[in-house]
């Protein structure tokens, strides 16, 4: 298993950016596709960006595209959300999780870091 523990989520306004940390800790995190979440108040749980085991594929909601980079550093074990140019509308809860190589699903999930942009 790997435990996942988010951090770096705050107040901010319209325009200004934000970078989200999420420490691994556990079982071998390269062996680990990642992924952000995040839930609005009221609204589903969905995919925020993707990254590969080597870190060499993303990918992207459309609604952050050129505006969120997804990024992994496995000597650290830790993966990144920087978040640039934040709109109200991506005022949300953001998880991070983990989903074992072969695995179908996200298994694995850290308990959320609130980022609020105002407007």
């Known amino acids: 298993q790997v435990q996942l523990v988010e951090s770096g989520g705050g107040l901010v306004q319209a325009g200004e950016s934000l970078r989200l940390s999420c420490a691994a800790s556990g079982r071998s995190f390269r062996s680990y596709t990642m992924a952000w979440f995040r839930q609005a108040p009221g609204k589903e749980r969905d995919v925020v960006a993707t990254?590969?085991?080597?870190?060499?594929?993303?990918t992207y909601a459309d609604s952050v595209k050129g505006r969120f980079t997804i990024s992994r550093d496995n000597a650290k074990n830790t993966v990144y959300l920087q978040m640039s140019s934040l709109k109200p509308e991506d005022t949300a809860v953001y998880y991070c999780a983990g989903r074992y190589w072969g695995d179908a699903q996200y298994d694995y999930w850290g308990q959320g870091t609130q980022v609020t942009v105002s407007s």
């Open positions: 990254i590969s085991r080597s870190g060499g594929i993303t």
